[in-house]
């Protein structure tokens, strides 16, 4: 399974972009990137995925480099609630399409 | 619309002890998953069910089991709990296997001593 690579922990201050970045240098053309963030005491929670183009939803958008190697999630105006660990996940659009949780990225939100 | 729920909240076992994690979700959705996550880590997929009457191993699947009761439910179930067992375990969702956002439920904190 392809790895992704991230920074232990990044800290923003409240109502400023947030831009996390994931490096996953081993894609394959048949790998989604995902974005599942988990807040203090409970499950994951879905927040952005994408193949190959730009995306954008109601919660944050993703920025994917042109060869894949690297994504960006960014968060447009932080605030406190978006306190929490963001994990980077690459799932193969194969019949054991699975989500391999790596460490993620603990972030930090400053009043 | 409750989404996914997990019972118990939280369990202590002593070692060798037997127990089932419950889950169940209310979407309708074809495609349940097992997770266990230790402190400080990601989460593991442990067992998943791409659809009702089928079960898969994950990642970590050595001393659990499954059953898929029917579309809403799926259980896990530990028969001789090991200390490496402690772990909070999370249940999640999605409509099918693949690109599809997966629904978690609030997890179990589960010790075993």
């Known amino acids: 399974d392809a790895k992704t690579t991230q920074p232990n922990s990044m800290e923003s201050n409240e109502e400023e972009p947030v831009h996390l970045p994931c490096n996953h240098s081993?894609?394959?053309?048949?790998?989604?990137i995902h974005w599942y963030r988990q807040l203090p005491s409970q499950g994951p929670e879905y927040v952005i995925h994408?193949?190959?183009s730009n995306v954008n939803n109601r919660m944050a958008s993703l920025a994917i480099a042109e060869d894949r190697k690297s994504s960006t999630l960014i968060l447009h105006r932080a605030t406190l609630r978006d306190a929490a660990v963001y994990y980077c996940?690459?799932?193969?659009?194969?019949?054991?399409?699975?989500?391999?949780f790596g460490s993620g990225t603990r972030l930090l939100v400053r009043p | 619309n409750a989404g996914v729920t997990q019972t118990p909240k939280f369990q202590v076992l002593k070692t060798g002890q037997s127990m089932t994690l419950q889950c169940a979700q209310d979407m309708n959705h074809n495609s349940m998953y097992w997770y266990r996550q230790d402190p400080g880590m990601g989460l593991r997929l442990i067992y998943y069910s791409a659809s009702e009457g089928t079960t898969d191993k994950g990642e970590v699947p050595n001393g659990y089991n499954v059953s898929r009761l029917n579309k809403r439910e799926f259980s896990l179930r530990l028969e001789s709990a090991a200390p490496s067992q402690t772990s909070v375990y999370f249940c999640?969702?999605?409509?099918?296997?693949?690109?599809?956002?997966?629904?978690f439920g609030p997890g179990t904190r589960l010790t075993v001593t």
């Open positions: 999640a969702s999605s409509e099918q296997t693949g690109d599809y956002e997966q629904y």
């Open positions: 994408g193949l190959t």
């Open positions: 996940i690459l799932a193969r659009m194969d019949s054991s399409y699975k989500l391999i």
């Open positions: 081993t894609i394959s053309g048949t790998d989604y």
